[in-house]
């Protein structure tokens, strides 16, 4: 069975300073994997994802992930975070499923950012 | 082009009563989802379809159920509400079923 681990529940950092937001799958088959970013009251917004090709994602707001098979990792990183980026952050895989894909979402990750 | 729309943003059901949780996309998508969301929980997904006429249960569907007569259009009915159905509820779209997911903005419900 498929799943997504995500290690931390909450993430306290500083404005301007760097932060990763850890996440790990497992699976037997390849997946596509996905970051998505929840403000306070609101639904999910993609943040990044990846397919295929290079291992290193590239999303909006400045943030990136690296894809690393050998790992199961997907980590979720910002060189200089911002207060607006104080949100929740899930991980997500999509497997092969009967009759198509199904996505799993990790527990979510509450990043906050101090002034 | 309002992407994924759900209404009502807010319910407050008594246990027992019965409501219908509306949701609507304008992208032409094919697979439709229901979700809840519960604090420290995740996205748990309740039921999903990958077009019109054409449902199947996620990881939660008990005590849910669904229709999807047209492309746009995938209501979430409750039945016989309960406590434990108190969550925030979201729909989501996607043009293929590995792709990323459209969400709405939401149905925070509680259930007395």
């Known amino acids: 069975a498929q799943s997504v681990t995500q290690l931390d529940s909450q993430v306290p950092v500083f404005e301007e300073a760097p932060v990763e937001l850890r996440c790990n799958y497992s699976?037997?088959?390849?997946?596509?994997l996905f970051w998505y970013v929840q403000y306070p009251n609101q639904g999910l917004q993609l943040l990044l994802k990846?397919?295929?090709?290079?291992?290193l994602v590239k999303g909006i707001n400045g943030f990136e992930a690296e894809f690393n098979k050998s790992q199961t990792s997907f980590h979720l990183r910002k060189p200089s975070v911002h207060i607006s980026d104080t949100a929740e952050y899930f991980c997500a895989v999509s497997v092969p499923n009967t009759g198509g894909f199904k996505t799993i979402f990790g527990a979510g990750t509450r990043l906050f950012v101090k002034a | 082009n309002a992407g994924v729309t759900q209404t009502p943003k807010f319910r407050i059901l008594k246990i027992g009563q019965s409501m219908t949780l509306q949701c609507a996309q304008d992208?032409?998508?094919?697979?439709m989802y229901w979700y809840r969301q519960d604090p420290g929980m995740g996205l748990k997904l309740i039921y999903y379809?990958?077009?019109?006429?054409?449902?199947d249960k996620g990881e939660v569907p008990n005590g849910y159920n669904v229709s999807r007569s047209t492309t746009e259009d995938f209501p979430l009915r409750l039945e016989l509400a309960a406590p434990s159905q108190t969550s925030v509820y979201f729909c989501?779209?996607?043009?293929?079923?590995?792709?990323?997911?459209?969400f709405g903005p939401g149905t925070r419900l509680t259930v007395l």
């Open positions: 992208m032409n998508h094919n697979y």
């Open positions: 989501a779209s996607s043009d293929q079923g590995a792709r990323d997911q459209f």
């Open positions: 990846y397919l295929s090709g290079s291992t």
């Open positions: 699976s037997s088959v390849s997946v596509y």
């Open positions: 379809s990958v077009g019109a006429g054409i449902t």
